[in-house]
């Protein structure tokens, strides 16, 4: 079976400091997988490699089969995003700030309508559709980026640290919802954090340190029967 998303030797400095070494994975569809590790762990420098922001010094990605160094276009196309930073227009309405987004994608009147309809239903938020994004609490925000970035029907989601800034019963509702979307949708999910709250015991977890993947397997196995908290900081030095 052809892997939704396979990240392949993955190396990149900034200079002569190094920030991944030979980071290598593959996600299968459906599975939802949390990329832990500190701050400056180099989750941001990977997911900017993922979205072809970065060009990696060495190595290749490939998404849904497609080359992202030969089929960069291809490959771009299977994947949605949610970045750290809000990139939301607040002063637009939730239905305008979609309708622009899926014109980027080259889609526009009825099957751009259809589109929005189904994302705002996907992530509950077909009641807020017109309001101002301004208007929106922290967590609608992040439903209304997570429908943005399914609106072009992708086979995978990246999620670079969703969850900063929210209340804790936000983030879990937020984390809630996205494991939803990865079981009922067939969506291969790539979910970046530092909080170890927000990994299942079931969910498949790569533990990244310094660039390089410390760990890979089921949350509940790489804690090997500790507090998943307690050996994260183990294997990270005592840094969260």
């Not at 490939?62 to 994947?79: F, T, Y």
């Not at 239903?121 to 301004?134: A, C, D, L, Q």
């Not at 992040?142 to 900063?164: F, S």
């Not at 310094?210 to 183990?234: P, T, W």
Request: proline share 3%; charged share 20%.
């Amino acid at each position: 079976m052809t892997a939704r998303l396979s990240v392949q030797g993955i190396t990149h400095s900034y200079g002569k400091k190094p920030a991944l070494n030979n980071v290598g994975f593959s996600l299968e569809k459906g599975s939802f997988c949390a990329l832990l590790g500190p701050n400056g762990a180099g989750k941001s420098t990977l997911f900017s490699i993922l979205t072809r922001l970065f060009v990696p010094d060495a190595g290749d990605v490939s998404v849904a089969g497609q080359s992202l160094s030969r089929a960069p276009g291809k490959a771009l196309a299977q994947i949605g995003v949610v970045f750290q930073q809000p990139t939301l227009d607040l002063d637009l309405t939730v239905r305008r700030n979609l309708k622009y987004f899926a014109a980027l994608h080259g889609m526009s009147g009825t099957v751009a309508d259809k589109r929005i309809k189904a994302v705002l239903e996907r992530v509950s938020m077909s009641e807020r559709m017109h309001e101002k994004v301004r208007a929106l609490n922290g967590g609608h925000r992040r439903r209304m980026e997570i429908a943005r970035a399914l609106i072009h029907e992708p086979q995978v989601l990246l999620l670079d640290e969703p969850t900063v800034g929210l209340d804790a019963a936000t983030r879990q509702a937020i984390t809630g919802h996205v494991h939803d979307l990865a079981a009922e949708q067939d969506l291969t999910v790539l979910w970046a954090t530092h909080l170890v709250d927000e990994v299942r015991d079931n969910d498949r977890l790569i533990v990244l340190h310094k660039g390089i993947v410390l760990a890979d397997g089921s949350a509940a196995g790489i804690a090997d029967g500790m507090n998943l908290q307690s050996r994260f900081l183990e294997m990270t030095g005592g840094r969260e």
